[in-house]
């Protein structure tokens, strides 16, 4: 049977809301996204896409100096430079159509674990997507995360142990935090009410009624499984993290091996008796988001970890 045009369209807007995940927002004012000189920051980040633009090594090969939302740009450099590393990016026409049909309602920018993800909302529909950034392969040193995504998470976690016990650490709580209409405050560090009327208040709202869509490439399918089975309700009786960690196993995060610069994380290991999952014992201290070098790179820049 033939592939009809609304099958196409629907494939070809899951592939560019997971191209949009896996571009850097960070630094990014989403409270202002309507708003062109923002807009334009965001087109530009979907045409660096997996390239980020904050990182020296990215801004040398599109060359450009400074700020690389605000740098002037030719037809080859900048975001538009046909020699970056990563060639998952949106040329022009399809970043500003993305800008003009969807809405990031918030990003999760990398945390200790190298989990990231991001929420949008269709503004014709409504209708909202949750998407995970795929495995960061390179090393840090060019624009990468593979000491995290690659060898902590794939390696250590996935293939040694069968699951990414971190980043589902991660995920459960930025999700856990999303649903209930909660935002993070860069300035406070700390989760905060989004009030009656903000745009996670309304996502909050809409579970009770509305599917959410999730998008992911490669082994962050299994945190998009696993991401389903907490919106069924398999997490009530303490979370998925406490599910996986209830075997009292010795776990590694990924950060432990994160080299000189990066910044390490928590070290998962005898459980025991407690069964308490990591991150209410250590430095995710009941929230992903966990002070000093281990914050988010939200806002501006944290200078003590690239991430």
């Known amino acids: 049977m033939p592939t009809n045009a609304a099958t196409v369209k629907s494939y070809l807007d899951s592939a560019l809301l997971q191209l949009a995940a896996e571009s850097y927002m960070h630094g990014i004012n989403l409270a202002r996204q309507d708003i062109d000189d923002e807009k334009v920051k965001i087109i530009r980040r979907l045409k660096y896409g997996f390239n980020d633009p904050t990182h020296d090594f990215i801004k040398q090969k599109a060359g450009v100096t400074g700020d690389a939302d605000i740098a002037t740009e030719s037809q080859t450099t900048g975001s538009n430079s ?48 949750f998407s995970m950034r795929s495995t960061e392969y390179r090393p840090s040193e060019i624009a990468g995360d593979g000491e995290r995504d690659l060898f902590g998470t794939s390696r250590q976690g996935i293939a040694d142990k069968g699951f990414a016990f971190d980043q589902l650490a991660s995920m459960e709580d930025y999700w856990s935090h999303i649903s209930n209409g909660e935002r993070w405050n860069n300035d406070t560090q700390a989760w905060v009410s989004d009030g ?36 069924k309700g ?40 407690e069964r308490k999952p990591c991150r209410e014992r250590t430095c995710f201290g009941g929230q992903t988001r966990a002070a000093g070098g281990e914050q988010r790179f939200l806002g501006q820049p944290v200078a003590a970890a690239r991430i």
């Open 234 to 273: 398999f997490g009530e009786s303490g979370g998925l993290s406490r599910t996986f960690f209830e075997t009292g196993e010795s776990m590694t995060d990924s950060r432990d091996i994160a080299p000189e610069g990066l910044g390490k994380g928590c070290k998962r290991s005898g459980f025991g008796p």
């Open 82 to 129: 046909p020699v970056l590393s990563a060639y998952n990016r949106m040329v022009e026409e399809q970043a500003r159509e993305f800008v003009s049909q969807y809405e990031i309602v918030d990003h999760h920018a990398n945390d200790s674990t190298g989990f990231s993800a991001t929420l949008f909302k269709n503004k014709d529909t409504g209708a909202y997507t």
């Open 196 to 231: 009656g009327g903000g745009k996670l208040a309304a996502f909050k709202e809409s579970l009770t009624s509305n599917k959410i869509n999730l998008t992911t490439r490669g082994a962050g399918s299994g945190l998009a499984n696993c991401i389903k089975m907490f919106v």
